[in-house]
């Protein structure tokens, strides 16, 4: 699978991580509760997200191109991880907002995957043992202004080329980054979305 070159410009958030495994939910990624929650926030099940993450990339499929591949559709967030192999490879990942988090559901998991919701539900973490099938996790947010993500591979930041997002495509321009929730509402389907949505921090570069 060929990964179009456009990128998400996004905001760094804290230094490098390179962690093999979970890491302690108060600690490595900068919280997102410096962040000041959205006033007037109404959402009974999911926020609103842009247009740039919204819709399933093309072929994620068990063996496809080695990546951490997400987006948002009705079902909430969505988080995959393949590679093209059937040796042993790692995916782990921290996840925090100032909103919280909300019916986290494993998708395709085995016995050595792990993954955790903090009891304040400001943080997800996991880390995947992936031989080459689909790993991931599904997720709602309420009332969430961003989501601040850092991916890892194998133990070592993961490139941002091999950080899928969102049926276009695109890739942050680092890891980690941030993503905030739209401004106005959005379309959402299952592959596509249609949306005059402008966003605070998250831009579509050239």
């Given amino acids: 699978m060929t990964l179009k070159t456009r990128r998400i410009g996004v905001a760094v958030v804290g230094a490098t991580l390179a962690a093999t495994t979970l890491i302690a939910l108060s600690g490595a990624v900068a919280t997102a509760s410096s962040t000041p929650k959205t006033p007037g926030c109404s959402v009974t099940t999911d926020d609103v997200w842009p247009s740039a993450v919204q819709g399933r990339p093309g072929d994620v499929h068990p063996f496809a191109t080695g990546a951490i591949y997400m987006w948002h559709s009705t079902n909430g967030w969505n ?116 949306s005059t949505t402008s966003t605070t921090t998250t831009t579509l570069g050239p």
């Avoid at 998708?107 to 400001?122: A, C, I, N, P």
């Avoid at 941002?160 to 929730?181: E, L």
């Fill in 79 to 194: 988080i995959r991880v393949t590679h093209d192999a059937k040796h042993l490879r790692t995916f782990s990942g921290q996840l925090t907002t100032s909103g919280t988090f909300r019916d986290l559901r494993p998708v395709q998991l085995e016995k050595s995957d792990l993954f955790r919701m903090s009891t304040d539900r400001h943080s997800i973490t996991f880390l995947f043992k992936n031989y080459g099938h689909i790993d991931g996790l599904n997720f709602y947010t309420h009332c969430a202004p961003s989501i601040e993500f850092a991916y890892q591979s194998d133990g070592k930041t993961s490139p941002s080329a091999k950080i899928v997002i969102g049926h276009g495509q695109v890739h942050p321009s680092t890891d980690p980054f941030v993503i905030s929730r739209a401004t106005t509402a959005t379309t959402t389907t299952s592959s596509t979305t249609t």
